[in-house]
T-cell receptor, first 114, second 114 residues
Framework: EAQVTQNPRYLITVTGKKLTVTCSQNMNHEYMSWYRQDPGLGLRQIYYSMNVEVTDKGDVPEGYKVSRKEKRNFPLILESPSPNQTSLYFC?????????????FGPGTRLTVL | AQSVTQLDSQVPVFEEAPVELRCNYSSSVSVYLFWYVQYPNQGLQLLLKYLSGSTLVKGINGFEAEFNKSQTSFHLRKPSVHISDTAEYFCAVSDSGGYQKVTFGTGTKLQVIP
């Protein structure tokens, strides 16, 4: 089954404790992206990647890191999480970076930083 | 830069009644337009998209949307809603050139009342 998977689905952590949210897609997609969803703000892009070893900042990159060492994986790293990073996070992928392509979303990771 | 406005944060509607979810966009160039749906505790999935051609676009689950360039709108409609349509709906816009920079609206929660 073609899908985007994220782990963990739920995470409660404390301020300053480094964490990684994994994202993997099995569709051989070139483009991958991370979003955060907050009430009243919709989805905001954190980072995106056009292909292996090619990443760039989205609209709200502060406090996050990413890497793209393999085509299928695009982990999101919070080196020192803070309470304002409490949010619902989505990973997405699409066949190519072209702006007309549909994005396929993972099920989400709900992060709480205490 | 592009932007999307979804003026209605919540829309309650009775089952089998018609519904329209409003979306207005702003962009200095030609755009592609999308509607995504997010069912409870799930990621987003594509409902429909407008790339070019006919301004009336049909999507899954009986939804349709009409692109109106003069009014910069892309409203989503369904003639008769079901309980299963209860979800959050996101309008999104991307520039028709270049890479995939997609801007999402803040979402509209559709509540179908039995």
């Amino acid at each position: 089954e073609a899908q985007v998977t994220q782990n963990p689905r739920y995470l409660i952590t404390v301020t300053g404790k480094k964490l990684t949210v994994t994202c993997s897609q099995n569709m051989n997609h070139e483009y991958m992206s991370w979003y955060r969803q907050d009430p009243g703000l919709g989805l905001r892009q954190i980072y995106y990647s056009m292909n292996v070893e090619v990443t760039d900042k989205g609209d709200v990159p502060e406090g996050y890191k990413v890497s793209r060492k393999e085509k299928r994986n695009f982990p999101l790293i919070l080196e020192s999480p803070s309470p304002n990073q409490t949010s619902l996070y989505f990973c997405a992928s699409s066949l190519a970076p072209s702006s007309y392509n549909e994005q396929f979303f993972g099920p989400g990771t709900r992060l709480t930083v205490l | 830069a592009q932007s999307v406005t979804q003026l209605d944060s919540q829309v309650p509607v009775f089952e089998e009644a018609p519904v329209e979810l409003r979306c207005n966009y702003s962009s200095s160039v030609s755009v592609y337009l999308f509607w995504y749906v997010q069912y409870p505790n799930q990621g987003l999935q594509l409902l429909l998209k407008y790339l070019s051609g006919s301004t009336l676009v049909k999507g899954i689950n009986g939804f349709e949307a009409e692109f109106n360039k003069s009014q910069t709108s892309f409203h989503l409609r369904k003639p008769s809603v079901h309980i299963s349509d209860t979800a959050e709906y996101f309008c999104a816009v991307s520039d028709s050139g270049g890479y995939q920079k997609v801007t999402f609206g803040t979402g509209t929660k559709l509540q179908v009342i039995p």
